[in-house]
């Protein structure tokens, strides 16, 4: 994550590739062109961030940053917005935090933490305050830029390199069971699936999770970000790549991206605010966060690649109760299949005899019965009518038929 390369004299360089903008090597043609998507983030978050780097959400939606220029792991509740105060934050000397990167959870949420000066810090759940770790290991010389457990293995991205070490690593620095060595230089890394992501200069690459030493990587995508900006690397459950760059845009490649393949889609530009991008998260429900180095904050946007929502299918199981002399008559129903992608918020019964409306009633979207008196109804046929209503509209009518003796 580019901005952040610690100096001797305690100063941030801003990575090894110069000016941002200027430079920017021209990828070679793709293989289909991009989305290029600019949208507006559903909410941005302020609140004791300084320099935020890697980001990462727990089970119950909390979102955990790196805050290098405060050197803090700030925790937000999942439904923070604006300058609101962090649910927790771990910082002060007892921590050993310095310069921190990354951020990730094994199994049993205990958080590790890359630290700038290549440690790895681990704290038990829930910690908060000027807290010391309970654990710590060493990764040899130079910056511990980027970690992700999987399988119980830790993984931690070095300059030209990751390691990977056991549950109980120890030391400093702690022995490794697997390096791969032989990367240009990067600041990210994302385990998914038999997959390891990371970016390698220009390239994003893919490694077999048991590759060692100087491994062939099984795909590598050639200029996939401008520069040597990658500065977070994620998946989400389909197993598309997502990468932020430090010159403000997120990039999407298909999970067998490779050689000159371009990116599905790329988010960026002025509406999105997006600038200075360092770690990203994709969140349940396929909605984005990705932080913001210089301004201090995090950004949340929606999915994109939710399909437009569209109108519900056609209720199912539709079904009259009760006799044909029954005073009350039951129309219960279940929801449609699908609810279009968007929330049902109402459903519509109608009740006929040939053209004669003689119920016409609306209910929420989470009622699935409606009780009709005997009085309301004609003597003979009677059709009831019920069909979902969500964002779009209706969706097509189910109807039933009833006979009714007075």
Partial sequence: MTPLARTSSRTLALGTTGALVAGLIAAAAPAHAAVNVDVPPTKTISGELSGPIGIEDDAAGNIYLASQLNNAIVVHRKNASGASAPLRRISGPATQLSFPRDVAFDTNRFLYVANGNGLVLVFPPNANGNVAPIRTFGTGAGTSYAIDIAGGEIYVRKATSYHVYSPAAAGSPAPTERTVSGLGFGQALKVFGTKVWVPSG???????????????????????????EINGVDADPSGRVFVS????????????????????KVLGGPASGLNSSTGIEVLSGGAIAVANYF?????????????????????????????????VRKVSWKAPASNGGAKITSYRIVVKKGSKVLVKRTVSGSKRALVVKRSKLRNGVNTVYV?????????????KSFRVRK
């Avoid at 760059?245 to 599905?264: E, H, I, K, W, Y």
């Fill in 245 to 264: 760059a430090f010159n403000g845009t997120v990039r999407v490649f298909s999970p067998s991206a490779d050689g000159n393949d371009g990116p599905l």
């Fill in 295 to 327: 301004d201090s904050r995090y950004s949340v946007f929606p999915d994109l690649f939710k399909k437009p929502a569209t109108k519900p299918g056609k209720v199912r199981a539709l079904k009259v109760g009760g006799k044909q002399k029954s005073k």
């Fill in 202 to 228: 220009t390239q994003l690459r893919a490694y077999s999770r048991s590759a060692d030493g100087a491994a062939t990587p099984i795909q590598a995508v050639n200029n996939a970000l401008p520069a040597a």
């Fill in 387 to 399: 069909h979902a209503k969500n964002s779009k509209g209706y969706g097509k009518v189910a109807k």
